[in-house]
């Protein structure tokens, strides 16, 4: 296979471990407060460690160590504004419980606004990790981007969780849940990467930058909304035990992956 098709299959891949966090949901298991928070708070873990090994580390043997800075900046302060013009997931669940229960808050379609919701806060999420990929096959840098794939993939199953159990509380069935959850996965990922892809033959030299701008992106995710959501409900013990758990296994499956 060409460079392209690699990296169509594998960010393809990546993106549908996202779905694999929904599974618990097509069996009616019920999410206690403990175990949302818990997995909120490993996939924060797992998202920290990713941006500093898989992303920030890599960008700086490619370049220079202001180019990885500067997409960090640009990354996190985008993922800011982000948030304000699209409202985050786990920000609008009290939102979503209103709708589910027939109470019309902005006169929008229920199924149109969850749609907008979740397709908005994961494309934050994955566009700018599928753009690291999708650069790094470009350039050439197959090692490192099998080594971002495998780390994403790892990351998107319990964000895939976190944000399955909000939607599915909401209302929404739960095979629409599993559809929503691995198509709000996969899409930006495949776009985001076939754009890194594009770019590189536009300007070489990017990784370092597109690097940093995932890295900070997912660093901003965590910190504003991972964290607090993780630590609402008087499980932040659990919560934080999880983030540990995470980040040491991503470590571990980077240094073997390495």
Same mark, same amino acid.
């Given at each position: 296979?060409?460079?392209?098709?690699?990296?169509?299959?594998? #960010?393809?891949?990546? *993106?549908? $471990?996202?779905?694999?966090?929904?599974?618990?949901?097509?069996? +009616?298991?019920?999410?206690?407060?403990?175990?949302?928070?818990?997995?909120?708070?490993?996939?924060?873990?797992?998202?920290?460690?990713? #941006?500093?090994?898989?992303?920030?580390?890599?960008?700086?043997?490619?370049?220079?160590?202001?180019?990885?800075?500067?997409?960090?900046?640009?990354?996190?302060?985008? !993922?800011?504004? +982000?948030?304000?013009?699209?409202?985050?997931?786990?920000?609008?669940?009290?939102?979503?419980?209103?709708?589910?229960?027939?109470? =019309?808050?902005?006169? !929008?379609? =229920?199924?149109?606004?969850?749609?907008?919701?979740?397709? +908005?806060?994961?494309?934050?999420?994955? $566009?700018?990790?599928? !753009?690291?990929?999708?650069?790094?096959?470009?350039?050439?840098?197959?090692?490192?981007?099998?080594?971002?794939?495998?780390?994403?993939?790892?990351?998107?199953?319990? =964000?895939?969780?976190?944000?399955?159990?909000?939607?599915?509380?909401?209302?929404?069935?739960? +095979?629409?849940?599993?559809?929503?959850?691995?198509? #709000?996965?996969?899409?930006?990922?495949?776009?985001?990467?076939?754009?890194?892809? $594009?770019?590189? *033959?536009?300007?070489?030299?990017?990784?370092?930058?597109?690097?940093?701008? $995932?890295?900070?992106?997912?660093?901003?995710?965590?910190?504003?909304?991972?964290?607090?959501?993780?630590?609402?409900?008087?499980?932040? =013990?659990?919560?934080?035990?999880?983030?540990?758990?995470?980040?040491?296994?991503?470590?571990?499956?980077?240094?073997?992956?390495?």
């Amino acid at each position: 296979m060409t460079p392209f098709q690699s990296m169509l299959v594998v #960010s393809t891949l990546v *993106g549908l $471990a996202t779905g694999l966090g929904a599974i618990p949901i097509l069996f +009616g298991a019920r999410v206690s407060h403990r175990t949302y928070d818990a997995a909120l708070g490993l996939a924060g873990g797992i998202m920290v460690a990713a #941006s500093v090994f898989g992303l920030i580390i890599p960008g700086t043997e490619q370049g220079a160590l202001w180019e990885v800075m500067l997409g960090v900046t640009v990354g996190g302060f985008g !993922l800011l504004a +982000g948030n304000r013009i699209i409202p985050h997931v786990h920000g609008e669940y009290r939102r979503w419980r209103g709708h589910a229960e027939g109470i =019309d808050l902005d006169g !929008l379609d =229920d199924r149109v606004r969850r749609a907008v919701l979740v397709g +908005g806060a994961i494309t934050i999420h994955n $566009a700018p990790e599928g !753009l690291a990929m999708g650069i790094a096959y470009a350039s050439g840098l197959e090692e490192v981007a099998l080594v971002l794939a495998v780390v994403i993939a790892l990351q998107n199953v319990p =964000d895939g969780f976190a944000f399955a159990v909000p939607v599915n509380q909401s209302g929404v069935s739960s +095979g629409k849940v599993l559809l929503y959850t691995t198509l #709000s996965g996969t899409v930006p990922q495949v776009m985001g990467s076939v754009f890194g892809f $594009a770019l590189v *033959g536009l300007a070489a030299g990017i990784f370092p930058v597109a690097a940093g701008f $995932a890295a900070g992106a997912m660093l901003a995710v965590v910190l504003r909304e991972m964290v607090p959501s993780s630590h609402g409900h008087g499980y932040a =013990d659990a919560a934080t035990a999880a983030f540990i758990v995470g980040f040491v296994l991503l470590v571990v499956v980077d240094a073997a992956v390495g």
